[in-house]
């Protein structure tokens, strides 16, 4: 059982670039979300997604894009990259809205 | 404005004794709380949830508590195990359409001592 799959583990990026967070699950779940930790803070929701071709904005969504082209993948985009997005994101996923939510490994990131 | 608040940053407890983790909110919209479990470099794994129509629910060593009229609800384990250290997190949503998304506390990080 893969469940939600996140790449890469780590990512240093330099101001300015941009890369693609990817996430995947298995599970045939139609909600997807991603959220961002900061140190000594909770989660905040940067996106999400309730199925395929619909998205929203949650929390925290400056700076961030992101696509649902199938049910199984949702990545997150940085377009160009800044400091404040040094954290460690979470995408996860759920069957239905209100159920709990199952979360990936995240995906450490660092811009320097 | 934290809508969903975890005041103590860590707790210490002893082996094979009760741990208390505790979780206020402000949001009256909230209906649907759950507990998260964190270990480092891992994401957060479901642990038990309480919906607002009950006041109580358990499972194998873990009990949630809720304090609709307070705002208030709590985590149980008894008895706490080394295994159990980690950090934990309260969540909260609303379970009108659109409205899943979870709010999450700051955490509390639990240690067990042997």
């Known amino acids: 059982n893969a469940g939600v799959t996140q790449t890469p583990k780590f990512r240093i990026l330099k101001i300015g670039q941009s890369m693609t967070l990817q996430c995947a699950q298995d599970m045939n779940h139609n909600y997807m979300y991603w959220y961002r930790q900061d140190p000594g803070m909770g989660l905040k929701l940067i996106y999400y997604?309730?199925?395929?071709?619909?998205?929203d904005k949650g929390e925290v969504p400056n700076g961030y894009n992101v696509s649902r082209s199938t049910t199984e993948d949702f990545p997150l985009r940085l377009e160009l990259a800044a400091p404040s997005q040094t954290s460690v994101y979470f995408c996860?996923?759920?069957?239905?809205?209100?159920?709990?939510?199952?979360f990936g490994d995240g995906t450490r990131l660092s811009i320097l | 404005d934290q809508q969903v608040k975890q005041n103590s940053p860590s707790l210490s407890v002893q082996e094979g004794r009760i741990s208390i983790l505790n979780c206020d909110y402000t949001n009256s919209m909230f209906d649907y709380f759950l507990w998260y479990k964190k270990y480092p470099a891992e994401g957060p794994t479901f642990l038990i949830s309480i919906s607002s129509i009950k006041d109580k629910n358990e499972d194998g060593r873990f009990t949630v508590f809720l304090n609709k009229s307070a705002k208030h609800l709590s985590l149980h384990i008894v008895p706490s195990q080394p295994g159990d250290s980690a950090v934990y997190f309260c969540?909260?949503?609303?379970?009108?359409?659109?409205?899943?998304?979870?709010?999450f506390g700051k955490g509390t990080k639990l240690s067990v001592i042997p």
């Open positions: 969540a909260a949503s609303g379970s009108g359409a659109g409205s899943y998304q979870l709010t």
């Open positions: 996860a996923s759920t069957g239905q809205g209100n159920q709990p939510q199952h």
């Open positions: 997604s309730v199925g395929a071709g619909i998205t």
